[in-house]
């Protein structure tokens, strides 16, 4: 589940047209920013989902996969049209799509690239890559006729293939796999949220889509609030496995869901700020 924050610059700006979640692949999304931060996480429930707070830059990449930067806007358009290219290189030559790890050490390996010459500048941006991969055995493009029954071959009885997953790259190109990440400004607050949650699926508290969604809001809000910035604008999409709502592909949250999610996100913001107050006049009357 992907998460931009879009700050709102100026009065002439029209909402929902600066879109900043784009598609990679039908599975992979991309998230970029300007200034700001991506926030991502992986309910357990379906490990397939991302967040991030950024001025509003997210895009998507190619089959059910996401990704997010923050920094500078055209690296991170540069950035999703490197990794549309890759995804659509892989699906030329293997006819399927690029696993989200792939598609992670491919463009780790691109932003690397740009560190190692004086004619060109490293990337200003930290990137987040998230996908789910089919768990499904999935047709080749273009097959003609019918496979061995057994299936592609290469996997173990009773183990399970495919998943969520989810990167983030820095622009030295390093990268790192994830349950939840944050990066930008306000990370060390959306960090601290993000570790209250149970993203690794050991507790009984594991996150549905639907709460993820409704979490990543309120983190989003509670960033914000601590840079007591101007007012911004939501953007929010997600991904699940076959089975899930989105069938597996890259879609934005529907619009009920999301103000929904930031209604709650409002609430417990000012519910929170109501117990700070109370607390202090309980203060007072104790001096």
């Known amino acids: 589940m992907l998460a931009v924050e879009k700050v709102?610059?100026?009065?002439?700006?029209?909402?929902?047209?600066?879109?900043?979640?784009?598609?990679v692949d039908r599975h992979l999304g991309v998230v970029s920013s300007g200034p700001r931060f991506p926030l991502t996480l992986q309910p357990p429930s379906s490990r397939a989902s991302s967040l991030y707070r950024v001025p509003r830059k997210q895009a998507q990449v190619a089959d059910p996969m996401q990704q997010v930067y923050s920094g500078m806007v055209p690296d991170g358009r540069h950035f999703v049209d490197r990794a549309r290219d890759e995804a659509r290189a892989w699906r030329d030559t293997?006819?399927?799509?690029?696993?989200?790890?792939?598609?992670?050490?491919?463009?780790?390996?691109?932003?690397?690239?740009?560190?190692?010459?004086?004619?060109?500048?490293?990337?200003?941006?930290?990137?987040?890559?998230?996908?789910?991969?089919?768990?499904?055995e999935a047709p080749v493009d273009g097959e003609v006729g019918h496979g061995p029954s057994v299936g592609a071959g290469g996997k173990a009885q009773g183990k399970t293939y495919g998943g969520p997953f989810l990167y983030m790259i820095e622009p030295s190109g390093l990268y790192w796999g994830y349950y939840g990440a944050a990066t930008g400004k306000g990370r060390q607050s959306a960090k601290a949220e993000l570790e209250k949650l149970d993203l690794n699926g050991d507790g009984a508290a594991s996150l549905t889509l639907e709460q993820a969604?409704?979490?990543?809001?309120?983190?989003?809000?509670?960033?914000?609030?601590?840079s007591k910035d101007?007012?911004?604008?939501?953007?929010?999409?997600?991904?699940?496995?076959?089975?899930?709502?989105?069938?597996?592909?890259?879609?934005?949250?529907?619009?009920?869901?999301?103000?929904?999610?930031?209604?709650?996100?409002?609430?417990?913001?000012?519910?929170?700020?109501?117990?700070?107050?109370?607390k202090k006049e309980d203060d007072k009357m104790e001096e």
């Open 8 to 23: 709102v610059t100026s009065k002439l700006l029209k909402q929902g047209t600066n879109k900043r979640i784009a598609t």
């Open 94 to 136: 293997f006819k399927t799509p690029i696993p989200t790890a792939d598609l992670a050490s491919r463009m780790g390996g691109y932003m690397q690239a740009y560190t190692l010459y004086q004619s060109v500048r490293p990337f200003g941006i930290t990137a987040i890559v998230g996908g789910f991969d089919s768990e499904l």
């Open 213 to 226: 969604v409704k979490e990543a809001a309120r983190i989003i809000y509670v960033a914000h609030d601590d």
């Open 230 to 278: 101007k007012d911004f604008e939501l953007e929010m999409s997600w991904i699940s496995g076959s089975s899930g709502p989105t069938k597996g592909k890259h879609q934005e949250v529907p619009k009920a869901l999301r103000e929904e999610a930031e209604r709650l996100a409002k609430k417990s913001l000012q519910d929170s700020d109501d117990e700070d107050d109370e």
